[in-house]
């Protein structure tokens, strides 16, 4: 495969064209009466016309057919896609998943779209308010077929198996250990080279920034310059038989035929992008004294809510780092949060869970759930010695925690709850057991 070249930087206003055509971008304005090489304008908004200059989202798209030349959309089956979050009752227990099993291509080919599986969400999509967690399963490309979604931004986390994403704006080769984000309306299609499994955080009606880095400064965590963007890439190709768009909107899917493939933009400029990160290049904050900073300081990315400083959505990395604080319990403290936490792994084994939490699985730990280290962390962590240390190599865990949403918190889908699925079981963690406590009598 050759090697995909990229644009640098978060949210930057950028350019490309295709080498092919150079020119192909016209010079001065956006929508001349005609483009070069007899191209199509089309203009692609991530946001309202009359947002702020700093959050206004756009981008335009030089192509050789608009993207309005297709068929009727027509209703198809949602698969096991859902946004039903009342279809059973509330539980507050802890969750956990073994690793979600991938088909065997040798007995049914599933593709991307095919093999996305909604594990629990909140809010409610008609009002673009909210969230929802998938995985995807696949072990097929999606040739002919390509995906857009009406909803909300979704940030794609492979853990196993590379993807390269065809987008209108080019191609990403995107591996585990990378994540990768398809804004609202891009239309993208996914091949893969073996079984592929991983997971999926979709955001309605807000798009993912930086977090903001208070006294940390200027510099730290994610920082914008290894964002990466692809470069404008085109087919110009006719499908026999037809082009299928699927397109998820208000939850559910729908599928349109066309004679072209969509992925025929010659040049675009904008700010309005797919974008991917390698987790690798996280700058990590840690304490050097004592006790623990709180987790935020791992955020990646914030989807933010109205509330200044609580948001909808963040993407949290615990990333391979030193550990150094004094007189202090090291692994991640017990908690109750009136956040909810979904967890997964990408690889390797999480220092509070080192038995039962595997890389392809989860746990959700619900708002004021008690949770943290199982019984054997506890005791190995309050007897250690405590020298610097490495901590989580060869690891990376990440968590998407979400705040209240409306009046809803995170609800489980009746899939990720039922016993016919198989690789689904309740956390059965040893908790430490109590100390007997040593109290001293008064003597009146």
């Known amino acids: 495969m050759t090697e995909l070249k990229y644009i640098s930087g978060f949210g930057n206003e950028c350019a490309s064209e295709d080498p092919r055509c150079p020119g192909a971008l016209p010079e001065g304005q956006n929508n001349p009466q005609v483009c070069p090489y007899n191209l199509y304008a089309e203009q692609l908004s991530g946001s309202a016309f009359t947002c702020p200059r700093s959050t206004n989202k756009r981008s335009w798209l030089y192509r050789i057919l608009p993207s309005v030349s297709h068929k009727p959309f027509e209703f198809i089956d949602q698969g096991h896609i859902t946004h039903n979050w009342d279809e059973v009752d509330p539980d507050p227990n802890q969750l956990r998943w073994k690793p979600f099993e991938i088909p065997k291509a ?10 996305l599986h909604t594990l629990c969400g909140a809010g409610d999509i008609r009002s673009n308010n909210g969230l929802a967690i998938h995985i995807f399963l696949c072990n097929t490309s999606m040739g002919n077929r390509c995906f857009y979604n009406s909803d909300g931004d979704l940030l794609i986390v492979p853990q196993k198996g590379k993807l390269l994403i065809y987008t209108e704006f080019g191609k990403m080769l995107v591996q585990p250990n990378e994540i990768c984000v398809i804004q609202r309306g891009m239309r993208f299609s996914i091949d893969v080279f073996e079984e592929t499994r991983g997971y999926i955080l979709e955001v309605y009606g807000v798009h993912f920034e930086l977090p903001d880095l208070g006294p940390i400064g200027a510099n730290g965590l994610a920082n914008p310059r290894d964002f990466l963007i692809p470069v404008a890439w085109y087919e110009d190709r006719q499908v026999p038989g037809g082009y299928t768009v699927i397109n998820k909107y208000q939850g559910k899917l729908f599928a349109a035929k066309q004679d072209v493939s969509p992925f025929n933009v010659v040049a675009w400029h904008g700010n309005y992008t797919p974008y991917k990160y390698n987790l690798e290049n996280f700058m990590v904050i840690n304490s050097v004294a004592f006790d623990h900073a709180d987790p935020s300081i791992f955020t990646v990315l914030t989807a ?36 909810s936490e979904f967890m997964g792994l990408i690889k390797g084994h999480y220092e509070a869970k080192q038995g039962g939490f595997l890389p ?23 007897k250690a010695k405590l020298a610097p240390e490495r901590i989580a190599d060869g690891t990376m865990a990440f968590m998407f925690e979400s705040s209240r949403l409306g009046e809803k918190r995170m609800h489980v889908t009746l899939e990720a709850l039922s016993s016919s699925w198989k690789e689904m079981n309740r956390q059965k963690a040893q908790f430490p057991l109590a100390h007997p406590l040593t109290i001293s009598r008064s003597p009146f």
């Open 106 to 115: 040798s007995q049914k080919k599933v593709d991307f779209v095919n093999g």
């Open 304 to 339: 933010k809510s109205v509330r200044p400083g609580v948001a909808i959505a963040d993407f949290v990395i615990f990333p391979p780092r030193w550990g150094v604080a004094d007189k202090t319990f090291r692994p991640p403290y017990y908690h109750r949060n009136c956040m």
């Open 360 to 382: 392809g699985g989860g746990s959700l730990h619900s708002p004021m759930t008690p949770h943290g280290p199982d019984a054997n962390c506890f005791e190995k962590a309050s």
